[in-house]
């Protein structure tokens, strides 16, 4: 079955760091658009970084939302068939179960209908 493995989730303190890692099982990140999205209790998965993995221009293009934009990087181990978002300075409202998913058009647009191999997330709480 093609799917995203997500782990590197864990609790911790406001401004610390984490690097969550998402391993695709069952296909290639080529050609692929990989979002990461974080879901907060009650509220709806939101798309806040992605990254372009195709083989021309745009290749290793990647997109933030602004509320992560500074503090979070996304990257990619092609080798490995694995993507990372480092976190950096994590704030409360950080919390959240994280999914990574993959957009075949590339496009890396935020809306998660557009995505699909969803892994079973990781839960981030950063809390003191």
């Known amino acids: 079955q093609a799917q995203f493995v997500e782990s590197g989730g864990g609790l911790v303190q406001p401004g610390g760091s984490l690097r969550l890692s998402c391993a695709a099982s069952?296909?290639?990140?080529?050609?692929?658009?990989i979002g990461w999205f974080r879901q907060a209790p009650g509220k709806e998965r939101k798309g806040i970084a992605c990254?372009?993995?195709?083989?021309?221009?745009?290749?290793?293009?990647?997109y933030y939302i602004d509320a992560v934009r500074g503090r979070f990087t996304i990257s990619r181990d092609m080798a490995k068939n694995t993507v990372y978002l480092q976190m950096n300075s994590l704030k409360a409202e950080d919390t959240a179960v994280y999914y990574c998913?993959?957009?075949?058009?590339?496009?890396?647009?935020?809306?998660?209908?557009?995505?699909?191999?969803w892994g079973q997330g990781t839960q981030v709480t950063v809390s003191s």
């Open positions: 990254i372009v993995n195709g083989d021309g221009i745009g290749d290793g293009s990647t």
């Open positions: 069952g296909f290639t990140l080529n050609k692929q658009g």
């Open positions: 998913a993959a957009d075949a058009t590339m496009r890396c647009g935020t809306w998660p209908g557009n995505y699909d191999h």
